[in-house]
Nanobody, 127 residues
Framework: QVQLVESGGGSVQSGGSLELSCAASGYTSATYSMGWFRQAPGKEREGVAAIYVRAHGTFYSDSVKGRFNISLDNVRNTLNLQMGTLKREDTAMYYC????????????????????WGQGTQVTVSS
């Protein structure tokens, strides 16, 4: 099982930037991708960005493409999410996740493709 601990959340004004980090431990060669998800009150969990652990190919939702950047430091076992030009609609609880599923037809931004989850960190964007 992969243990994940997020940090870096907080409050920021619209147009500002924030960086989230996720410290991962316990992941092995059987961890294929990692991702960031978010969930706002009353809404379903949404895949924001994902990255393959080995090849570092990335995926982004249309809502954040061009504004967010996901990266993985394999040496420090840390997953990062740089968020820029933040909008009020980016306000949500952000979760780090790891996938030990080799093939998932729903795609790497689908929550059902992930097996391990962190506790989340809150991001609040105000106007």
């Amino acid at each position: 099982q992969v243990q994940l601990v997020e940090s870096g959340g907080g409050s920021v004004q619209s147009g500002g930037s924030l960086e989230l980090s996720c410290a991962a431990s316990g992941y092995t060669s059987a961890t294929y991708s990692m991702g960031w998800f978010r969930q706002a009150p009353g809404k379903e969990r949404e895949g924001v960005a994902a990255i393959y652990v080995r090849a570092h190919g990335t995926f982004y939702s249309d809502s954040v493409k061009g504004r967010f950047n996901i990266s993985l430091d394999n040496v420090r076992n840390t997953l990062n999410l740089q968020m820029g030009t933040l909008k009020r609609e980016d306000t949500a609880m952000y979760y780090c996740a790891a996938s030990r599923i080799l093939r998932c037809t729903d795609g790497r931004l689908a929550a059902r493709c992930y097996t391990d989850w962190g506790q989340g960190t809150q991001v609040t964007v105000s106007s």
